[in-house]
């Protein structure tokens, strides 16, 4: 499995069959201008984890070009019927699905989700996927929280995506005692870097992880990830 970094939230899954978009913001993130190629992306399907313009910006557009299949919740799926994509499947906390390229559970988040226009987004999440070769866990934004401890071992989770940015989300600190809550190894920091209020230090950040037995990764834009 291959996991390419898009900035901000965004990632690109590559699983051998299909390729898993989570949480696009590209096109307004000048950082990756230049880094990423928006019209390449070609995804399979798309998951949003929330209503937050920073994960959802080009979500329709990408949508629209691919005809990929868009998995979020129920408030999200309506935004998106509403701009003529039909290809969906709205989804709800603590439910499982299987699809052609594996098992999505949405599973829950501790943040806010509104639309840009203040309209409603329905709660936020996070989804755990299980493909025919390892299962991984994005968290979306959220806080820490002690629900995470029962994703642990159920199943075995490779590595997980999580927020490190704080002042929105978790930080570092929190991301670090999110992976031992969970029981993955390895974590894909996301989420800073971004805006000015989650501005990292990466090093700091690294240690924090490798202190509490973890190993924390933290790709440049357009950076690829091999994971067995
Ligand atoms: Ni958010
Ligand atoms: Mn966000």
Do not use: C
């Amino acid at each position: 499995m291959k996991l390419i970094y898009l900035g901000h939230a965004a990632f690109l899954i590559e699983t051998g069959t299909h390729r898993l978009l989570f949480d696009p913001f590209i096109s307004p993130n000048p950082l990756a201008e230049g880094k990423v190629a928006v019209a390449n992306l070609k995804p399979d399907v798309i998951l949003l984890s929330h209503a937050h313009e920073d994960h959802i910006a080009d979500a329709v557009t990408l949508a629209k070009q691919s005809g990929a299949l868009v998995i979020a919740n129920w408030e999200i799926i309506q935004w998106v019927l509403a701009q003529g994509i039909q290809n969906v499947h709205p989804m709800n906390h603590g439910g499982a699905r299987r699809f052609p390229f594996g098992r999505v559970k949405m599973v829950n988040a501790i943040h806010s989700s509104s639309f840009p226009d203040g309209s409603y987004g329905g709660n936020p999440a996070g989804f755990v996927v299980t493909t025919s070769e390892l299962s991984f866990y994005y968290s979306g934004d959220t806080a820490l929280t002690s629900d995470m401890k029962l994703l642990a071992g159920d199943p075995p989770l490779r590595f997980a995506v999580f927020p490190v940015g704080d002042n929105f989300t978790m930080g570092a600190d929190d991301a670090a005692k999110a992976a031992t809550f969970v029981d993955t190894p390895e974590v894909i920091g996301v989420h800073h870097g971004t805006f000015p209020p989650i501005m990292i230090d990466r090093d700091a950040a690294k240690q924090v992880f490798l202190d509490a037995g973890k190993v924390l990764h933290l790709p440049e834009i357009g950076e690829e990830i091999e994971i067995a």
